[in-house]
């Protein structure tokens, strides 16, 4: 630094030093370059929608809830006889104790009845130790008619796009609030779910609506989706914008989702809600 007026020297000096860092940002997965939702507030799947505020729920709300009498019991540990894997041949994924565990790449199994309109309980679990982050950490799902999913996923402490973590209405509507148990503890989805209705025309007269209690907390409040899940099979792709399908009978299946992650499930049961054929 010979032959440096002060004033040069001191600027060399300052560009020697080290510069001070910043905290790290904690980095969300998502994504900006996918179309707005139809609120035009957020992108589909986007990292910068707020996260749902976290909530504990009660030890065990409807843990272990006998079937009513007018349920059909969809499994109770004892065999997946209700259910057939998407070819239609018998399911294939594993029983053990009084739970069932996606064979993962196996593919989804799905259940031989249908229903309208009805009331859902399943339990599930995630892996513990956990596996993963973000969207692989736990993935599963409540698929509805192969069109509509309720996220099953791993977001105990653990972060991904709010449209996309557990409880969401996939890539439409995040969680009211977060209402996760730590991985490997039995949580509770009950579910209201409305079927969508066309009329004779092919138009559209009602969406679908869903309503979900996770672990007994209101994560889902009539919500009206905006369409088929994202993703889910090749009529949407993923990270598309939601529309609603070509019309379908209000008869639906529901299936529970190979995403590739080990994801326990336990006692599901459902009911028809009655609301009748004229809605
Ligand atoms: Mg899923």
Same mark, same amino acid.
């Given at each position: 630094?010979? @032959? %440096? ?15 001070? !860092? ?7 997965? $998502? ?6 939702? *139809? ?14 505020? +976290? ?18 019991? %969809?499994?109770?540990?004892? /065999? ?10 018998? #399911? =294939?994924?594993?029983? @053990?104790?009084?739970? +069932?565990? &996606?064979?993962?790449? /196996? /593919?989804?199994?799905? &259940? ?23 969207? $692989? ?5 409540? !698929? ?8 099953? !996923? ?11 973590? *557990?409880? *969401? ?8 609030? @977060? ?19 066309? @009329? ?7 969406? #679908? ?17 905006? /369409? ?5 099979? #090749? ?31 336990? =006692?599901?049961?459902?009911?028809? %809600? ?6």
């Amino acid at each position: 630094m010979k @032959n %440096l007026t002060p004033a040069l020297a001191l600027l060399a000096a300052l560009a020697c030093q080290q510069p001070t !860092l910043a905290p790290a940002a904690e980095t969300i997965d $998502g994504f900006t370059n996918t179309p707005f939702e *139809a609120d035009g507030k957020w992108h589909v799947h986007d990292p910068a929608r707020p996260q749902p505020v +976290v909530v504990t729920p009660g030890a065990t709300f409807s843990q272990g809830a006998p079937a009513p009498s007018d349920a059909e019991i %969809l499994f109770n540990g004892t /065999g997946l006889d209700k259910w057939v894997n998407a070819r239609g041949t018998p #399911a =294939n994924w594993h029983t @053990n104790e009084d739970y +069932v565990e &996606t064979a993962p790449s /196996g /593919g989804g199994i799905r &259940t031989i009845g249908k229903w309208a309109d009805f009331q859902l309980h399943v339990e599930w679990a995630s892996p513990n130790p956990p596996h993963g982050t973000s969207q $692989g950490r736990g993935n599963s799902g409540i !698929l509805i008619n192969d069109m509509y999913e309720v996220q099953v !996923l791993d977001s105990y402490q653990a972060k991904t796009y709010a449209d996309g973590q *557990a409880g *969401a209405i996939y890539g439409q509507s995040p969680p009211l609030v @977060n209402a996760c148990k730590p991985p490997g503890e039995w949580q509770t989805y009950d579910i209201l779910f409305e079927s969508p209705r066309w @009329n004779a025309q092919g138009e559209l007269v009602k969406k #679908a609506v869903i309503t979900v209690l996770q672990n007994g907390v209101v994560i889902q409040n009539h919500y009206e989706l905006a /369409g088929m899940t994202d993703g889910i099979n #090749a009529a949407l792709p993923w990270k598309s914008l939601s529309h609603y399908p070509a019309p379908h009978a209000p008869e639906v299946f529901i299936e529970l989702q190979d995403h590739k992650n080990p994801v326990r499930f336990r =006692n599901i049961w459902i009911r028809s %809600l009655h609301l009748g054929s004229n809605l």
